[in-house]
């Protein structure tokens, strides 16, 4: 091949992930944990497992022992004939009540309101039970490997740490910032001609630092900041 042929090659194969660029669409998973190379950790570290709040205080991010799970205070203000009429009893003190695996807290406003209370719960990433993934450091970050239904796809989230603060950061789906990897790195799956997937297969040294190093690659989903 002479290099111009090669300059045409390289700019069809980016012109063709330019017109994928951002596709919300697209499937992006790893073929094994990763780093393929690093070892799998059994739980958090201790000086690590702690409440972190967002910045606006109502949701926080929770790292116990063999969990991550994100958290949030849900109230809702109704009034006391509608509550009653809805749950078929009188309210006449403060109680708590259970649905769909949350504790309502209910409480009387005056004479005529009740605020409803309960802690929406979300969990990001376990160790334990048949979803249990695999939890791996490397370069500083925590990487969260979620198994999938297929044996050979993995979804990875990652956790950076620095101080007090926390970043909950997810592999980006812009094709555009793949072109930052070496071709055997990554695998494109089409669907009549269409870019569906990709499938990162990064081989352990060179590769696997690029994927963990290039910041453009993820994304911030969320930053909070630790509970004093």
Known sequence: MTFPQFL???WLVGAGLLLTA????LEVRFAQPFP???TDMTVFPARNRAVYTATDSSKSLCI???AVWRQELETQLLSRQQFELANHRRLRADS???????LHSLRLIGRDSVRDSWLWTDTIFTLAGPQAGKLRRFQ???YLNIPTDSDDKWRVERL???GWRVSWQTFGKDTLRLLALEPTA???HRQNGALTSFQLTPAPGAQTRRVGRYAGLWETEEEYRRRR
């Open 186 to 188: 990554v695998r494109y």
């Open 22 to 25: 951002c596709d919300d669409g």
């Open 96 to 102: 708590a009540y259970e649905q769909d695996g949350h």
């Open 160 to 162: 950076e740490i620095d």
């Open 36 to 38: 393929a190379q690093g």
């Open 64 to 66: 116990g022992r063999t």
């Open 8 to 10: 045409q090659g390289s």
């Open 140 to 142: 500083g970050r925590y």
